[in-house]
């Protein structure tokens, strides 16, 4: 997450040093973000976690997809799926925490279904890489569905198959795991492309054109 065309051998380097530029104001949510996020009591309020390698983009596309009313009431990127309490960015760079970089959504399903959230996952990046998405190489840029109850895993598993079978015709790495401990990330990851419209953004993110997935 350093330079826009990082070089493979220094990417952790890079992208370590580049996170603490951010020249850029915060930016606050949207009135309609802001609205929804004070509503957030309501019991059909619900989270999805997922990681799909360098959490900027992840937060940046997810962000452009379902924010400005379309279902995201918040999101945060953060760390996940590890064994280590209160990890930090750094820790997490080395590989050695067992974390990855994961994002954390709460939305509306009434304005968006969870199906639709992991089918938007599996078009934002590419699941048959393990541990890798493009120049970022390691166990935090892995591909995960951290499952929040039994109907969410359920979900997962079938969107997956379908994906495999469907779309890349070949297995993915992609792990389905109850989501367990969630650490927030530090807080100039948040927002971080909205900060910095001109940080490093992993080539493997962008949106793929798909057919609609069998029901």
Avoid at 120 to 149: E, L, V, W
């Amino acid at each position: 997450m350093a330079f826009a065309v990082p070089a493979l051998g220094s990417t952790i380097f890079s992208r370590f040093f580049r996170s603490f530029s951010t020249t850029s104001p915060t930016l606050s949510l949207t009135p309609a973000e802001s609205s929804a996020s004070r509503n957030m009591a309501s019991a059909t309020i619900q989270t999805a976690t997922v990681a799909a390698g360098c959490f900027w983009g992840v937060e940046h596309l997810f962000r452009k997809e379902f924010g400005q009313g379309k279902g995201l009431l918040e999101a945060k990127v953060g760390y996940c799926g590890g064994d280590t309490t209160s990890p930090s960015y750094p820790a997490v760079c080395t590989g050695d925490t067992g974390h990855a970089e994961a994002l954390q959504i709460t939305f509306d399903p009434s304005l968006v279904s969870y199906r639709s959230l992991l089918e938007f996952f599996y078009r934002m990046h590419d699941p048959t890489t393990k541990n890798r998405q493009g120049p970022d190489i390691g166990t935090q840029y892995r591909s995960a569905i951290f499952t929040h109850g039994d109907e969410q895993h359920r979900i997962a598993e079938t969107i997956t198959d379908k994906v495999s079978k469907e779309w890349y015709k070949q297995a993915l790495s992609t792990e389905i795991i109850p989501t367990g401990q969630w650490w927030d990330a530090e807080e100039y990851h948040q927002l971080y492309l909205h900060k910095n419209p001109t940080g490093y953004e992993c080539p493997a993110h962008f949106v793929r054109s798909f057919p609609p997935l069998s029901e």
